[in-house]
T-cell receptor, first 112, second 111 residues
Framework: DGGITQSPKYLFRKEGQNVTLSCEQN?????MYWYRQDPGQGLRLIYY???????QKGDIAEGYSVSREKKESFPLTVTSAQKNPTAFYLC???????????FGSGTRLTVV | EDQVTQSPEALRLQEGESSSLNCSYT??????LFWYRQDPGKGPEFLFT???AGEEKEKERLKATLTKKESFLHITAPKPEDSATYLC????????????FGRGTSLIVHP
C-alpha cells in the first residue's frame, strides 16, 4: 500500500544536539511538507518542497533545515538553534487536489 | 490572508446526542475545503473535500456541508469511537496551493 513513513515515532534530544526526523513516501507525489503541531496551536508549516532539489521556508523555519535529494525522501533536521523543539512533527504530501494532504503518523520529539 | 476558525474548541457529547462542528473561513477564491480526523498521537486522516457552496458529503455518521463562508460537520448519533480532533483546512486558488488549517475541535463522546 502507498503511504508515508515517518521515523522514529518517539525521539529524545539533549540540549545542544541536532536530530533528524525521517520522512519517506511511495505515493509518487511531487510536493512534501513538514508541520509542527503543539497543543492548542494547530498545524504550523516549517518547510515544504514542491520538486526535488528545491524547498521553501514555511512560517516557522528558524532552527530547522531540510533537504530534498530524492523524490521519495524529505528529512527534517532540528538544530540546536531551535530553542523549543518539543512538539509533534508531521510530514505530508500533496498529490491529487481532491484529497488534500496525506499525512504520516508523526514523530514526537522531546527535549531531555 | 486566508483564515480558518473552528468552533467550539472542545465538545463533549453523550452517545447518540447529535451535534455540529463549525469551520468559518475567509479565502481569496476557494479551491477546496478539507475535513480531517486526528486521533491522539497519530497523523490526520482525510474525511471530505468540498468545492462549492451547497455541496454535501456523507460518510457513516458524518455529513459535511459548505456555504460561502463556513462549513459544518454534522455528527448524527455519535458513538465513543467518533472521539477525535476534527481539523478543517481551506485551499485557495492560485499560489502555492498550501492549505490553511484551523486549530481543530476536540470531540469526546461519552458512552
Amino acid at each position: 500500500d502507498g503511504g508515508i513513513t515517518q521515523s522514529p515515532k518517539y525521539l529524545f534530544r539533549k540540549e545542544g544536539q541536532n536530530v533528524t526526523l525521517s520522512c519517506e513516501q511511495n505515493l509518487n507525489h511531487d510536493a512534501m511538507y513538514w508541520y509542527r503541531q503543539d497543543p492548542g496551536q494547530g498545524l504550523r508549516l516549517i518547510y515544504y518542497s514542491q520538486i526535488v532539489n528545491d524547498f521553501q521556508k514555511g512560517d516557522i523555519a528558524e532552527g530547522y533545515s531540510v533537504s530534498r535529494e530524492k523524490k521519495e525522501s524529505f528529512p527534517l533536521t532540528v538544530t540546536s538553534a531551535q530553542k523549543n523543539p518539543t512538539a509533534f512533527y508531521l510530514c505530508a504530501t500533496l498529490g491529487s487536489s481532491s484529497r488534500g494532504y496525506t499525512f504520516g503518523s508523526g514523530t514526537r520529539l522531546t527535549v531531555v | 490572508e486566508d483564515q480558518v476558525t473552528q468552533s467550539p474548541e472542545a465538545l463533549r457529547l453523550q452517545e447518540g446526542e447529535s451535534s455540529s462542528l463549525n469551520c468559518s473561513y475567509t479565502v481569496s477564491g476557494l479551491r477546496g475545503l478539507f475535513w480531517y480526523r486526528q486521533d491522539p498521537g497519530k497523523g490526520p486522516e482525510f474525511l471530505f473535500t468540498l468545492y462549492s457552496a451547497g455541496e454535501e458529503k456523507e460518510k457513516e455518521r458524518l455529513k459535511a456541508t459548505l456555504t460561502k463562508k463556513e462549513s459544518f460537520l454534522h455528527i448524527t448519533a455519535p458513538k465513543p469511537e467518533d472521539s477525535a480532533t476534527y481539523l478543517c483546512a481551506v485551499q485557495a486558488r492560485g499560489g502555492s496551493y498550501i492549505p490553511t488549517f484551523g486549530r481543530g475541535t476536540s470531540l469526546i463522546v461519552h458512552p
